[in-house]
C-alpha cells in the first residue's frame, strides 16, 4: 500500500473516530438540555397550580378546580394532571385520563408523606411521560393532598431524533471534507513529490544521471530532492571523470601495444632483412643476366618471370609487416584463426628456418568464428609463437593446434559455453614454477641484450582479457611449454572455418 494512501486512511481513521465520538457527546448533552428544559416547564405549571389550588377550599369548589386541570391537560404536550385531597378522599383529574392512574395516586400518596416533589419517566397508556407530584398545603401549612402532572415525552424524543439526524448530517460532511482534504494534502505534499523521487531515481539507476527532480515545496522532500540532485551532478561529473580516464587509459594501453609490437618487429628485422635479401639478390642476379642474354628472347621472358616472382615476394613482406604495424582502433568482426594461425606462421618463416624448427600444425574439424580484432589477435599469436621460437635456440619442435571445446570458465563455473582453444607448445628450456609466476608482469624479461621487452605476455594477456579470453600455461624445466589461449566462438557451429592451417 502506498504512503499517502496508509496516511489518508490513517488520519481518517482517527478523524472518523474523533468526530463520532464528538456526535455521541452532543447528542447526550442535546439531551440533557431538552429534558432539563421539558423538567423545568413542568415544573412551572406545577408551581402556577399549587399556588391556584391552595389559595382556594378544595371540596367548595370542585368545578373550579375540574375547569382548571382539564385546561391545563388541554396542552398539547401534557397528557393530564390528577389532583387528590386527601382529608375528604377527592380524585379529579382531567378529562384526557383514563383508568390506570393508580400508580401516579400511589406516587402523590408518597411525595404528601414525604413531603416534597417527585419526579419520574414511566409509560402511561403505551405513552413515554413524565410524571412530577407535589404537595398541597392549606393555610396551616398542613398537607391537605397532592397533584401529579403527566407530561408526553414524545416532543422530547422528537426534537433529540431530530438533533441527532442534524448532528449526523454535519459530522458526516465534516468527514467527507477533512478526507478530501488530507486527500489531495497528501497528494500534493507527499505521493506526488515520493512518485517524482521514486520515477527519478529508477531512471538514475538506469544510467540517466541528466535526470532531475523539481520540487519547490520547501519541506523535507524538497530538501531530499535536492541532496538527489546533487548526488546526481556528483555522479555525472563522476561519471564523466571516469570515462576520460578511461580514455586516457585505453590511449596509453594501445600505445603500450604499439610499442611492443614495433619492439618485435625490431628483434625479427634481421631476418626480414635477409627474407627481402634473397629475393633482392635473385633480382640482381637474374637482371644482370638479362643484361648479358639481351638478344635471347627465351632467356629474357624467363628471366623476367622470375624477377617479377621475387619483387612480388618482396611486395607481399613488406605488405605483412606494414599491416601488421599499422596504428588502428581495434574492431570487431568474425575472425577465422586458422587463416590467422597461418599468416603468423608465415610471418616467422625466417625465424623458423633459421632456426631448423619442425612445425606440426593440429586441426580437429571446422572451427567456429571468434570475434575479434585480427591485428591484435596475430600480436597474441605471434608473441606467443616467437617466444617459443626463441626458448628452442638450438632447434626444436613447434606445435601450434586450433580446436572448439564447451567448457565453463573457472570464475563463472556455473555456465558452459563454446571456445576455441589454441595451443602453442614447444620442446624449448621451459620454465621453473617461480619464473611462471612472473612472466605476466609488465616488462619482466628472461632475455638479455635487448632480445625482449618483458611486454609481450603481457599485452598479450591484455588483448585476451578484451577479448573475453584468457590464458593458460604448462612448462617444465628442460622439457618445453604450452601455452594455450581461450577465445569465446562467436556461434555453435561455424562455417567459416577450415579444416586445414
Ligand atoms: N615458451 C616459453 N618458454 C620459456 N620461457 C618463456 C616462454 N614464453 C615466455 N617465457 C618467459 O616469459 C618471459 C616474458 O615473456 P614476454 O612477456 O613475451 O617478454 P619477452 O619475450 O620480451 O621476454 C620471457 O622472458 C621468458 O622468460
Ligand atoms: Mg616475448
Partial sequence: M??????????????????SGYGYLQIL???????????????????TLKVSLEKISLPREMEFVQGLIDAVGEYEKTLGVIVYHEGKDLIFRSSSLGDGIEPYLEMIGRSIREDRTLEDFGVYAHHRVFSYAFPLKDRKGRNVGGVCILQYTTFMEEDIRKAKWSIFTMIVLLICGTVALIL????????????????????????????????????E???????????????????EKMIEEAE??????????????????????????????????????????????????????????????????????????????????????????????????????HQIQKQKVKVIKETEGPLPAVVGDPDELQQVFLNLIFNALQAMPDGGTLRVSASSKRIARERFTDRQRSYVEVCVEDDGVGMEKELMGQIFAPFFTTKEGGKGTGLGLTVSQGILQDHEGWIELESEP?????????LPAFEEESKHGKSGL
Fill in 478 to 486: 628442460g622439457k618445453g611449454t604450452l601455452f594455450r589461449v581461450f
Fill in 221 to 239: 522532500l524538497s530538501d531530499l530532492a535536492r541532496a538527489f540532485n546533487r548526488m546526481a551532478m556528483d555522479l555525472r561529473i563522476a561519471r
Fill in 184 to 219: 489531495f494534502a497528501t497528494r500534493r505534499w507527499i505521493t506526488h513529490p515520493i512518485s517524482q523521487l521514486t520515477e527519478r531515481t529508477v531512471n538514475l539507476a538506469r544510467g540517466d544521471l541528466h535526470s532531475k527532480i523539481d520540487l519547490k515545496s520547501g519541506d
Fill in 248 to 349: 586516457t587509459r585505453l590511449e596509453l594501453e594501445r600505445s603500450l601495444r604499439q610499442s611492443e609490437k614495433l619492439a618485435t618487429i625490431g628483434q625479427l628485422a634481421s631476418g626480414l632483412a635477409h627474407e627481402i635479401g634473397t629475393p633482392l639478390n635473385i633480382i640482381s642476379g637474374r637482371t644482370e643476366l638479362v643484361k648479358k642474354k639481351l638478344k635471347d628472347q627465351e632467356a629474357v621472358q624467363k628471366n623476367l618471370e622470375i624477377v617479377l616472382l621475387q619483387t612480388e615476394k618482396i611486395t607481399k613482406i613488406i605488405q605483412q609487416l606494414l599491416g601488421f604495424v599499422r596504428k588502428k582502433r581495434p574492431e570487431q568482426k568474425p575472425l577465422d584463426l586458422h587463416a590467422l594461425l597461418e599468416m603468423t606462421l608465415d610471418f616467422l618463416d
Fill in 2 to 19: 502506498k504512503l499517502g494512501t496508509k496516511l489518508t486512511l490513517c488520519l481518517s481513521l482517527i478523524i472518523v473516530l474523533v468526530l
Fill in 29 to 47: 448533552a442535546r439531551r440533557d438540555i431538552l429534558t432539563r428544559k421539558m423538567e423545568a416547564e413542568v415544573r412551572g405549571t406545577g408551581r
